[in-house]
T-cell receptor
Framework: QKEVEQDPGPLSVPEGAIVSLNCTYSNSAFQYFMWYRQYSRKGPELLMYTYSSGNKEDGRFTAQVDKSSKYISLFIRDSQPSDSATYLC??????????FGTGTSLTVIP | EPEVTQTPSHQVTQMGQEVILRCVPISNHLYFYWYRQILGQKVEFLVSFYNNEISEKSEIFDDQFSVERPDGSNFTLKIRSTKLEDSAMYFCAIFKGTEAFFGQGTRLTVV
């Protein structure tokens, strides 16, 4: 069983839509959770960081962690064409080695 | 300004040749990481480097790979005898607290 599962998409939405991106994981010891945005042929860019369970909001982005279900989500409100990218979830137990999902490719259509 | 700068941005090498990928953090960090991403696949952990020693490494990081901090600031990833399957984007990353910041990557193409 993979450490982290993420639907690769691709996901295509109209501008202004609410986007929901999700990851599931198997290791109950994970406590550090991150979302990265990666544009084509660029390095991953840290978007959101959450420690343990709960919600975190930053502008149009909301990250949710449900440790009981081993499920994390990233919501993007009022999606923009500039949000078109691959979104990677990553998580860790010790904060040392991070395990990444495969990434979800998102296209926001004007 | 990015937390880490990687050079070169793209390197083409012949199979069997040695390559050295470089990473320069903007400020002094003790904890340091290398990841790779084969085209279309997930980001994979290679090795973590703490205080001039390997802290943790993955199965990918075999004897062909080595890491060094040659001059106290730059970090290098060396692949001794490249194989076709080493073609990938290689990212270095530093941690500030528990948040990881990645460089822009080096695209390695082995022909």
């Amino acid at each position: 069983q993979k450490e982290v599962e993420q639907d690769p998409g691709p996901l295509s939405v109209p501008e202004g839509a609410i986007v929901s991106l999700n990851c599931t994981y198997s290791n109950s010891a994970f406590q550090y959770f991150m979302w990265y945005r990666q544009y084509s042929r660029k390095g991953p860019e840290l978007l959101m960081y959450t420690y343990s369970s709960g919600n975190k909001e930053d502008g149009r982005f909301t990250a949710q962690v449900d440790k009981s279900s081993k499920y994390i989500s990233l919501f993007i409100r009022d999606s923009q064409p500039s949000d078109s990218a691959t979104y990677l979830c990553a998580m860790s137990d010790t904060g040392n080695q991070f395990y990444f999902g495969t990434g979800t490719s998102l296209t926001v259509i004007p | 300004e990015p937390e880490v700068t990687q050079t070169p941005s793209h390197q083409v090498t012949q199979m069997g040749q040695e390559v050295i990928l470089r990473c320069v953090p903007i400020s002094n960090h003790l904890y340091f990481y290398w990841y790779r991403q084969i085209l279309g696949q997930k980001v994979e952990f290679l090795v973590s480097f703490y205080n001039n020693e390997i802290s943790e490494k993955s199965e990918i990081f075999d004897d062909q790979f080595s890491v060094e901090r040659p001059d106290g600031s730059n970090f290098t990833l060396k692949i001794r005898s490249t194989k076709l399957e080493d073609s990938a984007m290689y990212f270095c990353a530093i941690f500030k607290g528990t948040e990881a910041f990645f460089g822009q990557g080096t695209r390695l193409t082995v022909v």
